[in-house]
């Protein structure tokens, strides 16, 4: 019986499951912190090259070979374009040599480089530097090769590879968060939590903003909520900003996978110092921002900022509050906002805290609470 029981949880066992499972056995010594880098960014560039395969193939059916080369047919389609030395096909068949590392680092750039939109999101040197085994990087350029094995048969891949690279894409991330621990939380959001505030928020049409969108879980489910409401995903804009630039890179390749075009801001930065949407009026706000968060500004910064709007200014030891009245400040009329904070902030009363709050429920600006995020 037993026997049988193993049996079936192999084969029950998912694609991501699968990946994730030999990715990490080709780990060996790195740090989940700095491996996921390595994997979430050779999971984009197989995406990445898989679209503008689909698109080089579809200009060549169509007569149009001597476009192939030609960037704005590719972005017109919003497909980035790529030059040959870095397509996954150059990298997997170059894969045993010892400078893969290079080759890797040199793909990522020319494709960032080619591609405006994707300025500032790709790891820079990082594989070069990182000195990962060659047998094991090109044991997990194998595996990520595998990924299409996940489509189903007799299907065509067209339309279908954002679903199958976005559903790894999102696994590990999730996974990764897992084996880091609370320092995860930093990058990403349990998918449940992300789940209900869209359900309860219904981001349907509109702009959608994130002040600190680690990698941009929040805007993901908001497409999905979109989609599976048979609404269009037109119809809706993303804002965001991230301060850390190893999490600010991770969002732009997640939103770029699922096909998302936002505007995280220039570079990543401190909402609080440097606030990229100053006249931005959103009309949907969903947000998991860092708890309890210390010394976010000095005794003597930001105590007159305009996004406190007639509230008590933020105190210097806990961000809470701060962030809640950014968010405000940040809503159109009609807006909605749906955010996570820590339990303390529904009680507090330290250092204008419980002033703020009282007057936010006068003002009419709390409809619902729910204790159970925050456990």
């Known amino acids: 019986m037993p026997a049988k029981k193993t049996a079936a949880a192999k084969k029950s066992k998912s694609f991501e499951e699968s990946l994730w499972d030999t990715a990490t056995k080709l780990r060996s010594s790195v740090e989940s912190s700095e491996y996921k880098h390595v994997v979430l960014s050779l999971i984009f560039l197989k995406f990445v090259s898989d679209k503008f395969e689909e698109r080089r193939a579809e200009l060549i059916a169509e007569g149009k070979e001597k476009y192939t080369d030609m960037v704005e047919f590719y972005t017109m389609q919003n497909i980035f374009y790529l ?75 067209h339309g279908m590879q954002e679903d199958v690279v976005g559903r790894v894409y999102e696994y590990f991330l999730g996974k990764f968060a897992a084996s880091e621990g609370k320092l995860g939380g930093e990058f990403y959001t349990p998918k449940c939590v992300v789940q209900l505030i869209a359900e309860m928020i219904e981001p349907y049409k509109g702009k959608i903003y994130d002040p600190c969108c680690g990698s941009g879980g929040m805007f993901v489910q908001s497409l999905k909520f979109v989609e599976s409401h048979h609404g269009n995903t037109k119809d809706i804009s993303v804002y965001g900003q991230e301060m850390t630039n190893t999490t600010y890179k991770l969002a732009k390749m997640n939103l770029a996978v699922r096909g998302l075009s936002a505007n995280l801001g220039d570079v990543p930065a401190d909402t609080f110092f440097k606030d990229q949407h100053p006249d931005l009026k959103a009309d949907y706000i969903m947000a998991n921002p860092p708890f309890n968060l210390k010394d976010w500004r000095g005794p003597d910064e930001l105590v007159h900022d305009a996004r406190w709007g007639g509230y008590e200014t933020p105190p210097t030891g806990n961000a809470n509050y701060a962030w809640i009245l950014h968010m405000v400040s940040k809503l159109s009329e009609h807006g909605v906002a749906g955010f996570v904070l820590a339990n303390g902030a529904m009680s507090t009363n330290t250092t204008g805290e419980g002033k703020i709050r009282q007057k936010m429920v006068e003002n009419d600006l709390v409809p619902a609470v729910q204790t159970s995020l925050a456990a």
Do not use: M
């Open 83 to 157: 030059p040959e030395t870095a397509r996954w096909t150059y990298i997997s068949e170059h894969a045993k040599q010892d400078d893969l590392a290079l080759k890797i680092d040199t793909a990522l750039a020319l494709v960032e480089k080619s591609n405006a939109s994707l300025k500032g999101a790709l790891p820079d040197n990082y594989f070069t530097r990182l000195r990962l085994d060659a047998s094991k990087l090109a044991a997990l350029i194998d595996a990520i090769n595998n990924i299409d094995t996940c489509l189903p048969a007799g299907r065509p891949s």
